[in-house]
């Protein structure tokens, strides 16, 4: 009986687990942890202080960002100010291609899946967010809405980074 009591304890434990990973997208709050500079292919996240310029970007319910292309020099500090112009929560995440798909693709699956990283931006309607970023490899990325048939609507821009 102790053996069967310890395996559903094992199983009770791994389910709750996996419910705490699938969080509500929606209304939870994310908080801002201390911000873990992690190099990315895409970058690293940046120091407020370093920022050379800022660019604005709007996203809203017609699932598209404005503007939809990017241009930056490999080393800049750039300050995204993101502004959600519409009615349903969007969020502005910057990575390659590849890494936005793979997490579209889990966020299909786990629609409520909860994640707050330094290149992820996650704005409430008419409300604004910022991410402080350093593009330090040259090469063309993406910045997309990940949120469950966002991505997959086309919710998607392009970073392209020139090198020195």
């Not at 990973?21 to 690293?44: T, Y």
Request: net charge neutral.
């Amino acid at each position: 009986m102790s053996k069967f009591f310890s395996a559903v304890l094992a199983c009770a434990a791994l389910l709750s687990g996996v419910s705490n990973l699938a969080q509500a997208h929606g209304d939870k709050k994310h908080g801002h942890a201390p911000i873990v500079k992690e190099q990315k292919d895409w970058g690293i996240a940046g120091d407020a202080e370093n920022v050379v310029r800022t660019i604005d970007v709007g996203m809203g319910d017609d699932m598209r960002f404005k503007p939809g292309k990017l241009e930056v020099k490999e080393g800049e500090t750039i300050r995204f100010r993101v502004k959600n112009t519409g009615k349903l929560l969007h969020e502005f995440v910057i990575g390659t291609k590849a890494e936005n798909a793979k997490h579209a693709e889990l966020m299909l699956k786990f629609p409520g899946m909860e994640h707050d990283e330094p290149y992820m931006a996650h704005v409430d309607p008419g409300k604004t967010g910022e991410i402080v970023w350093t593009f330090n490899r040259p090469g063309t990325f993406e910045f997309a809405c990940l949120i469950a048939g966002h991505f997959q609507a086309g919710m998607v821009g392009t970073i392209t980074v020139a090198a020195k």
